[in-house]
């Protein structure tokens, strides 16, 4: 679901074909295979490489090596969206539904955008602009079940944390689904002169990649080493998007043919990532905390507000993804409490929404039946659309769902 923050897979080392360059991109697969690596980013470097001829081959050649594409990586340059010359904007448009595509055709989950570059994107009007667009190719991407991501990149519309910070703030609004969210890269952050951890911290819940190259703070004209050969903390890094992401971390660093680079990185955050598995295991496979737990039972209870007072601290005080659960949960309480006021309007919203969320944590997650609330709870959604306004008192407040846990779970008892 494009709206779930949380990849189930584990945290890992993938890599991006643009490590490789310029290595030709239908190469990169077999010379991945080769090493070891399965999950890949794309980066799509030509016109020609955006044409389904292409991609056709270069899904072939992945499944052939056993490897997924993670992410399909636009060339900016073919995206000029932003643009006081017409044409070239809709030409960028229309490219950029052509690198849609390509990233469905390969299975990929994400799509990744630098965004406007800062002249563009640092007046109002370009930022709302950057804001439209973004919800626009983020739906896009939503309607074949991927992601848009945009990078924190330095040179681009997104090169600070407070921009980041404050475009994070407008997708709550423009985006409550989460089809728009952002690529975590800790060398664009400290190359833009900004705190990475802060980065990673304004991107809260809306990480959906990750690129890993290091920075060199005495030869700054060495860009995008590999990981180990500069200066960044990666033991406190790799902590820190463990905390929030789930899937591949994508070797972004330029080797080039020099291989053995990417081998020295991956001894270096292999043990790392390795650690992080174990500090911070899915949080699905863990038990509800107990202000979570507590709101559960007030909520089988009837009690909605109750739910929402102890299930919000839950909420506040939790960093993770797990976090969009509890909100899930929290919204559909609240949707009910609505609907038990006579808030049609109010109670079809926060139902929607919870849904949604919940959905993203199916079929069950921390020992809860998340699957079997997401159905129940859609069944009365329905229910209290079809009866509108008018009949709001005839629904049937009985067959609100009760949230169970799996039997023999460790929350079960």
């Not at 001829?53 to 340059?77: P, Q």
């Not at 737990?293 to 739910?307: L, P, Q, W």
Request: net charge negative; proline share 7%; with cysteine.
């Amino acid at each position: 679901m494009a709206g779930s923050v949380l990849d189930r897979g584990p945290l890992r080392l993938g890599i991006s074909s643009g490590a490789l360059y310029p290595t030709p991109t239908e190469d990169v697969p077999a010379i991945a295979s080769r090493l070891g690596f399965t999950d890949l980013e794309i980066m799509l470097q030509t016109a020609g490489e955006y044409d389904a001829e292409f991609i056709t081959d270069l899904r072939s050649r992945c499944d052939g090596h056993g490897c997924d594409v993670h992410a399909v990586h636009v060339w900016n340059e073919f995206h000029p969206v932003i643009n006081a010359y017409r044409r070239r904007a809709e030409e960028g448009r229309a490219m950029f539904s052509r690198a849609i595509a390509a990233a469905a055709m390969l299975d990929a989950k994400v799509v990744v955008w630098h965004g406007p570059k800062r002249p563009d994107g640092d007046t109002d009007e370009g930022r709302a602009a950057f804001l439209a667009a973004a919800v626009e190719f983020g739906r896009a991407c939503a309607s074949v079940g991927m992601s848009l991501a945009i990078e924190n990149v330095s040179w681009c519309a997104l090169p600070t944390t407070r921009a980041v910070s404050a475009f994070a703030r407008q997708l709550e609004d423009a985006d409550p689904d989460g089809a728009v969210g952002f690529v975590f890269d800790p060398f664009q952050a400290v190359e833009a002169k900004q705190n990475p951890f802060m980065m990673l911290a304004a991107m809260g819940t809306r990480v959906r990649d990750v690129h890993l190259s290091d920075h060199r703070e005495n030869d700054p004209a060495k860009r995008h080493l590999p990981p180990g050969e500069g200066d960044l903390p990666w033991p406190a890094l790799v902590r820190a998007i463990a905390h929030v992401y789930r899937g591949p971390m994508m070797l972004e660093g330029v080797v080039g043919p020099a291989i053995h680079r990417l081998n020295a990185s991956r001894a270096i955050l292999a043990p790392l990532v390795t650690a992080a598995r174990v500090e911070f295991p899915d949080p699905c496979d863990a038990t509800p905390p107990p202000g979570v737990r507590e709101g559960i039972t007030a909520f089988n209870r009837h009690e909605f507000y109750e739910a929402h007072e102890t299930i919000e601290h839950e909420w506040h005080a939790e960093p993770g993804a797990i976090r969009r659960l509890y909100q899930g949960i929290l919204q559909i309480g609240v949707g009910f409490l609505h609907a038990k006021r006579g808030n049609h309007a109010g109670a079809l919203l926060l139902l929607e929404d919870g849904i949604e969320k919940t959905a993203g944590f199916v079929p069950r997650c921390l020992g809860i039946e998340t699957g079997q609330l997401v159905i129940d709870a859609q069944r009365c959604l329905d229910t209290l659309r079809a009866l509108g306004p008018a009949r709001l008192d005839e629904f049937d407040f009985d067959a609100i769902p009760l949230i169970q846990f799996t039997p023999g779970s460790r929350a079960d008892g």
